[in-house]
């Protein structure tokens, strides 16, 4: 299984970015899959996620700016990132999971990707 994470970039504050994440090696028709970040010196925390069924979840730091959807017979992911700020700086990370409360909580998740960075300058 691979996911590639790509499309990652230098942008300015305000500007938009739009990351994706190729899943491959089996079938993901059933796996939630989402996106979560990591600032240097803290902690990675989640991003947004979008299950199977359609399910879609934000964190509150991202509500009304970023916008998860899913492709490709339901193994691509795409993270479209509005009105970007400083603080979205990190590299994010494509995660995949056949339990979506496992892959919100981050924790046992089944397979991550490699990581694409974003930064935002000021």
């Known amino acids: 299984v691979q996911l590639q994470a790509s499309g990652g970039g230098l942008v300015q504050t305000g500007d938009s970015l739009r990351v994706s994440c190729a899943a491959s090696g089996r079938s993901f028709t059933y796996f939630g899959m989402g996106w979560f970040r990591q600032a240097p010196g803290k902690e990675r925390e989640f991003v947004a996620a979008?299950?199977?069924?359609?399910?879609?979840y934000y964190a509150d730091s991202v509500k009304g700016r970023f916008t998860i959807s899913r492709a490709n017979a339901k193994s691509t992911i795409y993270l479209q990132m509005n009105s970007l700020k400083p603080e979205d700086t990190a590299v994010y990370y494509c995660a995949v999971d056949p339990d979506l409360s496992t892959l919100r909580a981050g924790i046992g998740v089944k397979y991550w990707g490699q990581g694409t960075q974003v930064t935002v300058s000021s």
């Open positions: 979008i299950n199977w069924n359609g399910g879609i």
